[in-house]
C-alpha cells in the first residue's frame, strides 16, 4: 500500500504518541523524515531520533518524545505544504511563527532547516510544516 503523505503520516504519528504520553513512536524510514527529525531534534522539540534496520531490509525511525513536568514540549505540529497543495515562500514572504517561538520547517535547495536559518542564508523554499 503506497502512501499519499509521508511526512503528513509521521507528524500525526507524533501528535497522536503525545496525545497518549508515549514516551516512543516509530514510523517507516525516508530521507524527508529524517531531515524533518533532525531539525527537530537540533531545535529541542524531541529528545532524539534513531534509524533501525528492520529483518526484511526495509529502516524505521524510533522518535524519542519529549515532556516537560508531564506536558508534551511540542504544543502544535502542523503541516502546510500537501501533495494536493504545495506551498513555497520567498525569503522575504516568511514570517516568524510565534514571534519566533516556534518554527516553520523549510525545504530549500541547501537542505531541510528552520526558517530562521533560511533567513539568515537568504534562501526560500517549500515550507513543510510549523512547529510551536
Known amino acids: 500500500m503506497s502512501m499519499s503523505d509521508p511526512l ?9 504518541a503525545q496525545r497518549a504520553n ?34 526484511n531490509n526495509k529502516k524505521e525511525i524510533q522518535i524519542e518524545l519529549k515532556y516537560d513536568e508531564g506536558q508534551p514540549v511540542i504544543r502544535e505540529l502542523k503541516r502546510i505544504s500537501k ?17 519566533g517561538l516556534g518554527i516553520k520547517v523549510i525545504s530549500t535547495p541547501r537542505g531541510v532547516m528552520p526558517d530562521y536559518k533560511a533567513r539568515n542564508e537568504n534562501v526560500g523554499g517549500e515550507v513543510l510544516c510549523q512547529v510551536y
Open 22 to 55: 508515549l514516551p516512543i513512536t516509530q514510523c517507516p524510514h525516508s530521507g524527508v523524515r529524517q531531515s524533518v527529525c533532525d531539525v527537530l531534534k537540533e531545535e529541542g522539540y524531541i529528545r532524539g531520533y534513531k534509524v533501525v534496520e528492520q529483518d
Open 83 to 99: 501533495p494536493g497543495r504545495r506551498v513555497y515562500s520567498k525569503i522575504n514572504d516568511l514570517q516568524p511563527y510565534h514571534n
Open 8 to 16: 503528513g503520516d509521521m507528524l500525526t504519528r507524533i501528535r497522536n
